[in-house]
C-alpha cells in the first residue's frame, strides 16, 4: 500500500509490503493423544511515522483422552522459544519513539474437559419412519 501523510510542512511517502504466516500441524501420536505444534511469523511493518519489527514465534499442545474421549487433558504452551515481541520506532520531526514489549514466556496451560453427557438428541419416529417433522 501507498502512504503518504504532510506533517509540519514535511510530505512523508512510503510504500509498505506486510506479510503474516501461520502454519497449524496436528499429529496422531497414539490413539488418543496428539500433538499439534503451530509456528507463526509476523514480517516488519512500516508505516509513515511508524517501523514494526518481525518476528517468529512456535506454539504446541498435546492432547490425550481418556474414558472413551469423555475426559480430555490437554496442555498448551505458547512462544516456546520466548521469541515473540512487539518492536516498534515512531519517527517524525522533533520526535522518537521507541517501544519494546516481550512476552513472558513460555506461557503453559493444562486444561481438563469432562463431557457428562454427548448432547446428541435422538429423533424418535412413528410407525412410518417419520422423525416428527412436518409434511407439506
Known amino acids: 500500500e501507498d502512504y503518504s501523510t504532510e506533517y509540519l510542512d514535511y510530505i512523508i511517502s512510503i510504500k509498505t509490503v506486510s506479510h503474516t504466516s501461520k502454519l497449524n500441524n496436528t499429529f496422531s501420536i497414539k490413539e488418543n493423544t496428539s500433538i499439534q505444534i503451530n509456528p507463526a511469523y509476523s514480517g516488519p511493518e512500516i508505516e509513515p511515522q511508524e517501523k514494526e519489527e518481525g518476528y517468529f514465534r512456535i506454539d504446541g499442545a498435546i492432547r490425550h483422552s481418556f474414558f472413551n474421549k469423555s475426559l480430555q487433558a490437554t496442555l498448551q504452551m505458547r512462544n516456546i522459544l520466548g521469541t515473540a515481541k512487539h518492536e516498534s520506532t515512531t519517527t517524525a520531526p522533533d520526535l522518537y519513539y521507541y517501544r519494546m514489549h516481550k ?12 463431557r457428562i453427557n454427548n448432547f446428541k438428541t435422538e429423533k424418535k419416529g412413528d410407525e412410518h419412519g417419520n422423525a416428527g417433522g412436518e409434511e407439506m
Not at 103 to 114: A, E, F, H, Q, R
Open 103 to 114: 512476552y513472558k514466556s513460555p506461557i503453559v496451560m493444562l486444561n481438563i474437559t469432562w
